[in-house]
């Protein structure tokens, strides 16, 4: 029979950063390109649909470019009148924090939880995301893609992040919004939540580590 994990066992909290520790960014991404002039799906679609854009973000994910040359190569991509000075600032400043998740990761943590950033970076030059929402100083331990030079879902990630956070995996949980990045984890033996709704999520996760929301 499976070893059962109870709540009392769970003390490891590993957070996703953009859409899980943010609001989902869409609705300020859209506005954002109708200020700059731009489709309002313009972002979007030079990210993930136009293969240089998809190979300059997957190379500033892992450090093989930093953020001011994403900007320069990115702004061209998006139009001739786009300014790439600070353009990954510029475009994400407005995404505000998730309020409850990040209340919920503070009492977390307060109630001897130890808690693990695991994020697919944006660059941290000139524009510091994890800084400028204000949560960095909330973790025990930082796995940024950028500094490691991997990237989810590689499951090295993964190991590398409870390596860091020193608690065997069945102890942990992990949250991303995004569903890809979450088999590999629970190939581990770690507990998952994917994030589509801030309270749901908030509320699932009390329930797995045993905190109190509110």
């Known amino acids: 029979m499976p070893h059962r994990t109870d709540v009392a066992d769970r003390r490891g909290l590993i957070l996703d950063f953009a859409g899980v520790l943010t609001a989902r960014p869409t609705d300020v991404h859209r506005a954002w390109c109708v200020s700059e002039g731009l489709d309002p799906g313009?972002?979007?679609?030079?990210?993930?649909?136009?293969?240089?854009?998809?190979?300059?973000?997957?190379?500033?994910?892992?450090?093989?470019?930093?953020?001011?040359?994403?900007?320069?190569?990115?702004?061209?991509?998006?139009?001739?009148?786009?300014?790439?000075?600070?353009?990954m600032g510029r475009a994400w400043t407005?995404?505000?924090?998730?309020?409850?998740?990040?209340?919920?990761?503070?009492?977390?943590?307060?109630?001897?939880?130890?808690?693990?950033?695991?994020?697919?970076?944006?660059?941290?030059?000139?524009?510091?995301?994890?800084?400028?929402?204000?949560?960095w100083d909330l973790f025990d331990v930082h796995v940024v893609s950028e500094l490691e030079r991997v990237a989810k879902p590689d499951p090295a990630i993964y190991r590398l992040a409870l390596d860091r956070i020193r608690l065997p995996a069945?102890?942990?949980?992990?949250?991303?919004?995004?569903?890809?990045?979450?088999?590999?984890?629970?190939?581990?033996?770690?507990?998952?939540?994917?994030?589509t709704d801030e309270e749901a999520a908030v509320a699932e996760l009390a329930a797995l580590l045993g905190v109190p929301v509110g």
Do not use: K
């Not at 919920?104 to 994890?130: I, K, Q």
């Not at 069945?170 to 919004?177: A, I, L």
């Open 170 to 195: 069945e102890r942990c949980v992990f949250v991303d919004d995004r569903s890809a990045n979450l088999p590999p984890a629970a190939a581990l033996g770690i507990t998952t939540v994917h994030v």
């Open 42 to 87: 313009a972002w979007r679609d030079t990210l993930n649909g136009h293969p240089e854009g998809r190979r300059l973000y997957t190379a500033l994910e892992v450090g093989e470019i930093g953020q001011v040359e994403w900007n320069e190569g990115t702004a061209a991509l998006l139009g001739a009148h786009v300014d790439p000075v600070n353009l």
């Open 94 to 135: 407005g995404v505000p924090a998730a309020h409850r998740m990040v209340a919920f990761a503070r009492a977390a943590r307060a109630a001897g939880h130890r808690l693990a950033l695991l994020s697919n970076s944006f660059g941290l030059d000139p524009f510091n995301p994890y800084e400028h929402v204000g949560i």
